[in-house]
């Protein structure tokens, strides 16, 4: 069975950084790019960053790049999300979901893990 | 970067038929990918590609797409049906690429 469990979120005050992470299990993570993708409170989803299968290829929204780093542990079948300068907007449920076909197709997804941003 | 465009919210009756649809310059080029989201639940992958969809999703949800539109269809929606639906689709620009969601569509079955 396939599964995405993420962890790592919190409340943190604005300027702050966290690391989440994604656990993956039930298929062969090596194989398969990968999204983060948030959704704020009461809002719409917005696709985060999208990691290839090697790590090699990267890429960010604009409204995260050069503050969130993305990367994944093919050892240890898991994905990570370094955020910094973390600012109230960025306040929202950050999932992992598993590509297939073309960057956009997510068939798994994990449950999320909710980051607050505030003092 | 493009835009997706959903109506905000749309509703059927109950065994009707109701398109959900969603406009965007990157459809022109990429197809769009639907996702249900019911509260406090992870999205669920309904259709992907020119019409597929994944196992476990009833053969009622269908999409299509012409032009700038691409469109997901419920043919007898049932009271489980109610949901947000998104669309999305990949899109590039200066050889950087990207993805891009709708708004969302909140689906009400009366």
């Known amino acids: 069975e396939v599964q995405l469990v993420e962890s790592g979120g919190g409340l943190v005050q604005p300027g702050g950084s966290l690391r989440l992470s994604c656990a993956a299990s039930g298929f062969t993570f090596t194989t398969f790019e990968m999204n983060w993708v948030r959704q704020a409170p009461g809002k719409g989803l917005e696709w985060v960053s999208h990691?290839?299968?090697?790590?090699?290829?990267?890429y960010y929204s604009d409204s995260v790049k050069g503050r969130f780093t993305v990367s994944r542990d093919n050892a240890k079948n898991s994905l990570y999300l370094q955020i910094n300068s973390l600012r109230a907007e960025d306040t929202a449920i950050y999932y992992c979901?598993?590509?297939?076909?073309?960057?956009?197709?997510?068939?798994?997804w994990g449950q999320g893990t909710l980051v607050t941003v505030s003092s | 970067s493009s835009e997706l465009t959903q109506d905000p919210a749309v509703s059927v009756a109950l065994g009707q038929t109701v398109k959900i649809t969603c406009q965007g310059d990157s459809l022109r080029n990429y197809y769009a990918t639907w996702y249900q989201q019911k509260p406090g639940q992870a999205p669920v992958l309904v259709i992907y590609g020119k019409n597929n969809r994944p196992s476990g999703i009833p053969d009622r949800f269908s999409g299509s797409s012409s032009g700038n539109t691409a469109s997901l269809t419920i043919t007898g929606a049932q009271a489980e049906d109610e949901a947000d639906y998104y669309c999305n689709s990949r899109d590039n620009s200066a050889n950087y690429e990207y993805v891009v969601f709708g708004g969302g569509t909140k689906l009400t079955v009366l």
């Open positions: 990691i290839s299968s090697t790590g090699h290829t990267i």
């Open positions: 979901a598993r590509c297939i076909g073309d960057m956009a197709t997510n068939d798994y």
